[in-house]
């Protein structure tokens, strides 16, 4: 009995060792690589996918429009964007320049638009018209519609 018992126990340790490793090494290994590759995926699509001249609608309460693209290819020229976010409060931005920055170390998605203005529509009851220049102006976009990862939305001015 101890004679069979050696090549089955051999087997069993072989099989535990195999099942060791893909489940320490292998499994972390290929979902860290499946998440770059949808990151790339959907961070080549969000930067390729807004053409001059169509309203992008691809991000949730956002409606963005181009008139051109700079001959370097980055960024876009003359940008308008309507967001929708904040219900009952929407806002406009104008501006001449802007560019999609996505910083894959924290997962974070951001709309910076350059040397514009940013428009607020009164809510219910007020009657002020608000209008803002910026010179600078970073919006964050909701990573979870753009990529998987935490939520690191906000908005700032310079």
């Known amino acids: 009995m101890t004679r069979l018992l050696h090549p089955v126990g051999l087997v069993a340790l072989l099989a ?6 893909v489940m320490i090494w292998a499994l ?5 690589n499946y998440r770059e590759i ?3 995926i959907v961070a080549a699509r969000a930067e390729n996918e807004v053409r ?3 309203f992008f609608e691809d991000f949730p309460n956002l409606v963005l429009y181009v008139r051109d693209l700079p ?10 964007l309507a967001d929708t976010r904040r219900a009952g409060q929407p ?3 104008l501006a001449r320049r802007g560019r999609l920055v ?18 607020r529509v009164p809510q219910a009851g007020d009657e002020k018209y608000e209008v803002q220049r910026f ?7 909701d990573p979870e519609t753009v990529f998987p990862g935490p939520d690191c939305s906000r908005a700032r001015t310079r």
Do not use: C, I
């Not at 535990?16 to 490793?21: E, H, K, L, V, Y």
């Open 16 to 21: 535990w060792a195999a099942t060791s490793w």
């Open 28 to 32: 972390p290994n290929a979902n860290q």
């Open 38 to 40: 949808v990151y790339s």
């Open 52 to 54: 001059p001249r169509v």
């Open 71 to 80: 001959a370097d290819g980055h960024g876009w020229n003359d940008v308008f």
């Open 91 to 93: 806002e406009v931005f």
């Open 102 to 119: 996505l910083d894959r170390t924290e997962r974070r998605v951001d709309l910076v638009l350059e040397d514009g203005t940013r428009h």
């Open 135 to 141: 010179k600078t102006m970073t919006l964050g976009l």
